[in-house]
């Protein structure tokens, strides 16, 4: 079913720059790095609750999910409405928005053009984690 292979503790420790890099009009480029970082300190807070997905399709893209994105999930968060998690719906794993409307639970995408699902406990729908961050790459080389 879902196997953890064992975690390797080793750093990545990369340049961070003290100045924000801004997207709109171009400003003077400094040379000063602030300190170097993990990214894993960052986006994993529980590692041995943390695994990653790639999201598929683009039934989340109205909140900037988008196919072939990898999801940082933590397994440790209790859901609460209005998350964003990855669940199982008729075996495979989803990933959805978490929602309580008139006090029915439904799983809904952040695109109109795909259904909600509801929550329905004798249908064997698990939530597995909740999404903390998404990774795109804007660089496919």
């Known amino acids: 079913m879902f196997s953890r292979p064992e975690i390797n503790p080793s750093r990545l420790e990369l340049v961070l720059f003290s100045n924000g890099v801004p997207a709109g009009f171009p400003s003077p ?9 993990d990214l894993n300190d960052h986006v994993v807070k529980r590692p041995a609750a943390t695994f990653y997905a790639r999201a598929e ?6 909140i900037g999910i988008f196919h072939g994105d990898l999801l940082v999930v933590d397994r440790s968060i209790t859901p609460e409405p209005g998350d964003v998690i990855v669940a199982t719906i008729d075996g495979g794993l989803a990933v959805k928005r978490l929602v309580n409307r008139n006090n029915t639970w439904f799983l809904a995408p952040e695109n109109s053009e795909y259904p909600a699902f509801a929550v329905n406990s004798d249908e ?8 903390t961050y998404s990774l795109r790459c804007h660089c496919n080389r």
């Open 29 to 37: 480029a400094e040379d000063h790095v602030d300190r170097r970082l």
């Open 124 to 131: 064997g729908i698990q939530i597995w984690g909740v999404v």
């Open 57 to 62: 399709g683009e039934s989340m893209r109205n």
